[in-house]
């Protein structure tokens, strides 16, 4: 059964009922958090010039020709290798293997269209009928999206993020695969020469100021390279503070 095409994810505020005196405030915080090139107020930048953050009609569900401020407020768009991919829709999605399912989200290898080209991708689903319960959501996107954090790491000791889309009652972190052919999960039987690589690829994200909070044999990709691959970052935790 096809699923409904998927749409590129504009973040709605608010995702949960807020007291309307703190809803404000709360808005402000998080823009802040996902929207890393801000970067620190300069005291010489005039007082019009500075961020001003609008109010989100929530009624506008046209998302196929977004304003500039919707842009700004799109959690995960396409960068680096994907940035061509801006605007498009992953189409005709078919799940060709699972690799985790719990309660709240599920991760799948699928097949799909993007702007007329076939891609195998990874992709993390989160339920939006699960949202109470979506534990570290913003925390593995934040992460993933920050040069201070995870970012310039992607395609090396974390998957490459092509971007994250929106479709029906659900919300996709779309990855590239950790190899185009062929990878494996991690085990405890795996060769030696293996367990060193991937205590070298924890070794590097500690350098990084990254700890992961959850690791697991099930969460390190190896693909046929050897190349190591350390998934799902929604426990993650970082030395570096968010206020950037």
């Known amino acids: 059964m096809e699923e409904p095409p998927a749409r590129p994810f504009k973040f709605k505020w608010p995702l949960f009922p807020v007291n309307p005196v703190e809803e404000e405030e709360q808005r402000r915080r998080c823009y802040n958090m996902i929207d890393w090139s801000k970067g620190k107020e300069r005291e010489d930048v005039p007082p019009e010039e500075k961020l001003q953050v609008q109010p989100v009609n929530h009624d506008n569900n046209d998302y196929s ?68 319960r979506w534990e570290g959501f913003f925390t593995e996107a934040a992460l993933y999206k920050a040069e201070c954090y995870l970012k310039n790491y992607q395609g090396e000791i974390v998957p490459r993020v092509i971007g994250m889309f929106d479709s029906a009652g659900e919300t996709h972190l779309a990855m590239e695969p950790p190899h185009p052919v062929f990878w494996v999960q991690a085990s405890r039987s795996m060769p030696d020469v293996l367990k060193e690589r991937v205590l070298q690829a924890y070794r590097d994200l500690h ?33 570096v503070p968010n206020e950037r």
């Open 207 to 239: 350098n990084a100021g990254i700890v992961h909070g959850s690791p697991d044999p099930n969460r390190v990709l190896i693909g046929a390279d050897c190349r190591i691959t350390i998934t799902d970052f929604q426990h993650g935790r970082s030395v």
């Open 65 to 132: 020709k977004p304003s500039e401020a919707q842009m700004k407020l799109w959690l995960f768009p396409p960068t680096g290798k994907w940035e061509w991919a801006t605007g498009l829709n992953i189409e005709d999605a078919q799940v060709l293997s699972v690799v985790e399912s719990c309660d709240t989200y599920d991760i799948t290898l699928k097949r799909g269209n993007l702007g007329g080209h076939p891609i195998d991708y990874m992709c993390k689903t989160w339920k939006k009928q699960m949202q109470n």
